[in-house]
């Protein structure tokens, strides 16, 4: 009987770090990826990769890395997007499905629009709502996107056989694949991923520069190390993407401002009721959170 053939027979991954490296992971465990040819800046973490078994193969020419492979992810942070598409648009086998996991969406169209002078049929934009705040290859793993959402924000040029494959694909993963708008993607990734993570930097960021500063993080308890834990996601990246997203994320800044300076005024005026509704308000609301 002819052996079932993988759903990806030659799998470049650019940027095998905490998302490149464990969708190569996941799909190596579902049995569905023949070879995957990982590329980056530097030869330690490839290697590392290679010694791993997150990848074959390497090169760090990104015009070598995408030969002959079916798909090509591009899991670098978000201000690296447009260079790498650059360098490897001209050397992509013409069958080759292209897609990203950028936290923002705006951005790499943009990005892809720019290099190719159009939206080609074969780029499936797309962004897993999922991560921690390790990074490198070193911390992938094959279970990170399990029960975890994937967005997808197809354009109109989009062929629906890239966007079915690139949707397998994550579902491999045990992934949700959804599609959204990206304008839409990007509104609602501004809310409840981008403004958190500004913020816990802030704050940390805030603090450490108080005299006093150790001996405030001698007794930092569970609640600021909750809070606080995202401040130790990649800076670079993070960067990338409030350059990526600024509109947005300034409407919600805007937002989270005057609602801060409205607390402010309460807790200044002493106002009991007005405090304790904020609480309330905010206590219930995420009591009721959908958070799996
Ligand atoms: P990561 O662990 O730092 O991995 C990024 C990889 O890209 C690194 O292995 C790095 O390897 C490579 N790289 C960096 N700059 C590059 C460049 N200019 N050219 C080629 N390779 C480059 O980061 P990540 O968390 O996987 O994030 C990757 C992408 O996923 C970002 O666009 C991010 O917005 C998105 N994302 C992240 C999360 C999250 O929670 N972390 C969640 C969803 C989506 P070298 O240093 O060896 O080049």
Same mark, same amino acid.
């Given at each position: 009987m002819a052996e079932k053939l993988p759903l990806i027979q030659r799998l470049c991954i650019i940027g095998v770090g905490l998302i490149g490296g464990s969708l190569a992971r996941a799909l190596r465990e579902a049995g569905e990826v023949g070879e995957v040819i990982g590329c980056g800046r530097g030869e330690a973490n490839l290697q590392t990769a290679v010694r791993l078994g997150v990848i074959d193969r390497y090169h760090l020419d990104p015009a070598r890395a995408v030969a002959g492979a079916d798909v090509v992810v591009i899991a670098v942070p978000l201000g690296a997007i447009e260079p790498v598409l650059r360098t490897i648009v001209p050397h992509l086998a013409a069958t080759a499905i292209i897609t990203d996991v950028g936290s923002a969406k705006s951005s790499v169209v943009a990005d892809v629009a720019r290099v190719y002078g159009q939206i080609p049929p074969n780029f499936v934009p797309g962004h897993p709502i999922a991560g921690t705040e390790n990074s490198g290859?070193?911390? *992938?793993?094959?279970?990170?996107?399990?029960r975890r959402r994937v967005i997808l924000t197809p354009?109109?040029?989009?062929a629906a056989a890239a966007h079915d494959l690139i949707k397998r694909m994550w579902e491999l993963t045990g992934a949700e694949v959804v599609d959204m708008g990206v304008h839409h993607h990007d509104a609602v990734l501004a809310a409840t991923s981008h403004l958190p993570h500004l913020l816990a930097y802030t704050l940390v960021d805030t603090l450490a520069r108080l005299d006093d500063r150790a001996e405030i993080f001698r007794y930092a308890a569970g609640g600021f190390r909750d809070f606080t834990?995202? *401040?130790?996601?990649?800076p670079t990246m993070w960067r990338d993407i409030c350059v990526a997203n600024r509109e947005q994320l300034l409407e919600m800044i805007a937002l989270f401002n005057a609602d801060l300076a409205q607390l402010a005024e309460a807790i200044r005026d002493d106002d009991h009721a007005a405090i304790l509704a904020t609480f309330q308000r905010a206590k219930r609301a995420r009591d009721n959170l959908y958070l799996e």
């Open positions: 290859v070193e911390a *992938a793993f094959a279970t990170l996107f399990q354009l109109a040029e989009t834990r995202i *401040a130790s996601s990649d």
